[in-house]
């Protein structure tokens, strides 16, 4: 169970072009997204937080308008990188957190998305 | 959150134990201890997580030291498919996010 799909798993588009990435929770409904983004032989870096029909926050340093997060339902959360240039690219990755109470839940992760910009 | 601090590597031979440790001396009560891989080209994977009790599931055992200021986690039999960065990270309350450290890198060797 708690399964996060991510899509797609890898784009390569020219410098200018927006690229929209989907983050789904497959099997269970998550109040809370994240989205990570992780360069070469680097750790998960936080972009920004998103919760189900509110904005999302963003950690400093991530410009809001490149980065536009939209988490419409329970179950998906999408991240567009607006006019990607080559410094764009990298791997980014989602998570999720299920709508559960206590304990502490653990995040559920999808696979990445390694964005390549030329 | 409060830091953790992991050896940058380690090495295994397969199907032996593994402990990879981990010291937070500046944990806080509410803190729980998590721990992720993230195999190369992956998202990461949680492990396991605890507060206080040692914690065992089918992937891992977590030995949470007395004063919590330090904890291990054991692979029991380690396989060439465990080779992977773990992520030992202090998280707070129930909706806070988990910020990264660089992790161990472990390497199973056959």
């Known amino acids: 169970g708690a399964v996060v799909s991510q899509h797609p798993s890898w784009v390569i588009c020219k410098s200018g072009t927006s690229v929209k990435i989907e983050c789904r929770s497959l099997d269970f409904q998550a109040t809370t997204m994240f989205w990570y983004r992780q360069f070469p032989k680097q750790s998960l870096m936080l972009m920004a937080t998103s919760n189900e029909g509110s904005k999302a926050t963003y950690e400093q340093g991530v410009e809001k308008d490149k980065f536009l997060i939209n988490h419409a339902s329970l179950t998906l959360s999408t991240l567009t990188v607006t006019s990607a240039h080559p410094e764009d690219s990298s791997f980014y990755i989602c998570?999720?957190?299920?709508?559960?109470?206590?304990?502490?839940?653990?995040?559920?992760f999808g696979d990445g998305t390694r964005l390549s910009i030329l | 959150d409060a830091k953790t601090t992991q050896p940058n590597s380690m090495e295994s031979n397969e199907e032996e134990p593994v402990h990879l440790p981990c010291n937070h001396s500046?944990?806080?009560?509410?803190?729980?201890i998590h721990w992720y891989r993230q195999l190369p080209s992956q998202g990461p994977e949680y492990v396991i997580h605890?507060?206080?009790s040692n914690v065992n599931n089918r992937m891992a055992s977590l030995a949470i030291a007395e004063d919590r200021k330090s904890s291990t986690l054991i692979l029991h039999r380690a396989t060439l498919r465990d080779a992977a960065v773990y992520y030992c990270i202090l998280r707070g309350g129930s909706q806070g996010n988990l910020i990264f450290g660089k992790g161990t890198k472990l390497s199973v060797k056959p």
């Open positions: 500046t944990i806080s009560g509410t803190d729980y």
């Open positions: 605890g507060l206080t």
């Open positions: 998570s999720a957190l299920a709508l559960l109470t206590g304990d502490n839940q653990p995040q559920h």
